[in-house]
């Protein structure tokens, strides 16, 4: 029976139906669970081989058959590597043009709709702080809520790590399955566009998504912005979600309100003492000490503190609120716990040493290393020494302009390694000098070792200074050529500030 509705297990060729699948041995073998993990896979599971970028699921599937799979999903390339296998040990295979693409639907099928409220936060920018700020606001509240993003996946109180910012379907089903079991009445999500479009969301219907901003990310991916922008489009679907709360803080999201096909409320965030003309549904109007007035449709609902640092933190902290109402929870209830929220990471203040301020940050996109350092210009009464790197196998035409903003906005940029990955560390550091130097506004030093770097940066702080070490965050690793060498960029810093 379906853990979740009750209903009699789906078979193989119910399945088959639901995606036009040809189907290779027996059609009536009852499915109980997916999975595209063939370490993952017992009696009754479907096991979706699929094509990947170094080899094909279908290559595992000899150990899905000693681990007792009941039926293997996969495309034509895969039925000819694993078919006669399959065949021999009477296995049926269902062949489909896009098995990935059939996930969500097989999924949803197998497992039911997902007993839990389900709120989705996509955006390049942003994802991860506003869903632990929605998270916040509702354990405030006293709700029961899971969460599942980039930096961990949380289970109720419980922690766990995450793989990925957004789980291939066969996980985000058994996940969220698993929280209803243990209690969770409320899903918070990040969702990114590569999620949507490698169709991992596929089947659930969220009860509110919010949009963040969106900037130069993730091309290497989706080619140009147009198409990344898309991409995100598809969230505010009537087959995706049933309302959207959306920021207007750039163009992107103002066409985002006019073309989205589900009701939409729109996000803007003003300085106090600008004169509130903002026709958009929620309003915030934010000083400089971090004191944030929310109105909503022009009545003032609230005032709270937001205690992370910039403004990029008060927008999300007002998406927060408005998706919080979106779903059923006043911000009389939430906002106080939105502002004190915190995210490792993510403009951390790791350190206040001497007169220094030491921030970790993970903006590795030049719009959010613009928003973070005008922020920390602002409010800096000395230098702002920036330590900067850019991950390798990952969009490369954004590293000259993230070396050019970094020097634009601060007097000290340092370029060092962040994960070079496959590629030569050298290489992607260049690009980054070539685009701080063209600015010649900032002193502009190479050290390649991320410990000197930062070693560095403190080396040469004053009192009343700051620094930014900026790009990876809660990372805990350096990936140089597949080794992931253990780093953590704020435990680097205790530790030289220990020392100094």
């Not at 089903?173 to 918070?188: H, I, K, P, S, T």
Request: proline fraction near 4%; charged fraction near 20%.
């Amino acid at each position: 029976m379906n853990s979740s509705t009750g209903a009699p297990h789906p078979t193989t060729h119910d399945l088959a139906v639901l995606c036009a699948a040809e189907i290779f041995g027996s059609d009536s073998v009852e499915i109980s669970g997916v999975t595209h993990n063939s370490l993952q896979v017992e009696s009754g599971v479907l096991f979706a081989a699929l094509p990947g970028a170094k080899t094909h699921g279908a290559r595992f599937v000899e150990s899905a058959i000693a681990q007792d799979v009941a039926a293997v999903l996969t495309d034509s390339e895969g039925w000819a590597i694993c078919g006669a296998l399959c065949e021999e040990a009477g296995i049926p295979v269902l062949v489909v043009q896009n098995p990935r693409g059939q996930l969500g639907a097989i999924c949803l099928t197998v497992y039911g709709k997902p007993p839990v409220k389900l709120i989705g936060i996509t955006g390049t920018n942003g994802k991860t702080t506003t869903a632990y700020m929605v998270m916040q606001g509702m354990r405030s509240a006293g709700i029961p809520v899971g969460m599942i993003g980039t930096l961990a996946t949380y289970i109720g109180d419980t922690q766990i790590p995450s793989a990925r910012t957004t789980p291939e379907a066969p996980d985000l089903f058994n996940l969220l399955l698993r929280m209803y079991q243990a209690g969770v009445e409320v899903v918070v999500m990040e969702v990114s566009s590569i999620a949507i479009a490698e169709h991992r969301i596929d089947g659930l219907i969220f009860d509110v998504v919010g949009f963040t901003n969106l900037s130069h990310d993730h091309l290497d991916y989706h080619g140009d912005m147009e198409t990344y922008f898309q991409e995100k489009c598809k969230l505010f679907e009537p087959a995706r979600s049933s309302q959207g709360i959306v920021c207007v803080g750039d163009t992107w999201g103002s066409r985002l309100c006019d073309i989205a096909q589900i009701p939409i409320q729109s996000v803007n965030l003003i300085q106090r003492g600008e004169q509130v003309t903002s026709d958009a549904d929620w309003v915030g109007v934010r000083t400089n000490a971090g004191n944030l007035a929310v109105l909503h449709n022009g009545i003032e609902e609230i005032v709270f503190d937001v205690e992370s640092p910039g403004l990029a933190n008060a927008w999300n902290a007002l998406l927060a609120v408005a998706i919080l109402s979106a779903a059923g929870w006043r911000p009389q209830l939430t906002a106080a716990a939105i502002g004190e929220s915190s995210v490792p990471g993510r403009g951390e203040l790791v350190s206040s040493h001497m007169g220094v301020r030491i921030y970790v940050d993970y903006a590795h996109s030049p719009d959010a290393i613009e928003a973070f350092l005008s922020d920390l210009r602002s409010g800096a009464t000395g230098r702002v020494i920036t330590v900067i790197g850019a991950g390798g196998d990952r969009d490369a035409s954004k590293r000259t302009l993230m070396g050019h903003v970094s020097a634009k906005l601060s007097d000290v940029v340092i370029i060092t390694d962040d994960n070079p990955r496959s590629e030569n560390p050298a290489e992607i550091r260049q690009s980054l000098v070539i685009g701080a130097q063209a600015d010649n506004s900032a002193i502009v030093e190479e050290i390649g070792d991320r410990r000197a770097a930062i070693s560095r940066a403190v080396e040469i702080a004053r009192s009343g200074d700051c620094i930014a070490v900026l790009g990876k965050g809660h990372e805990d690793h350096i990936d140089v050529g597949g080794a992931r060498i253990p780093f953590h960029d704020s435990t680097v810093i205790r530790e030289l500030v220990a020392r100094a």
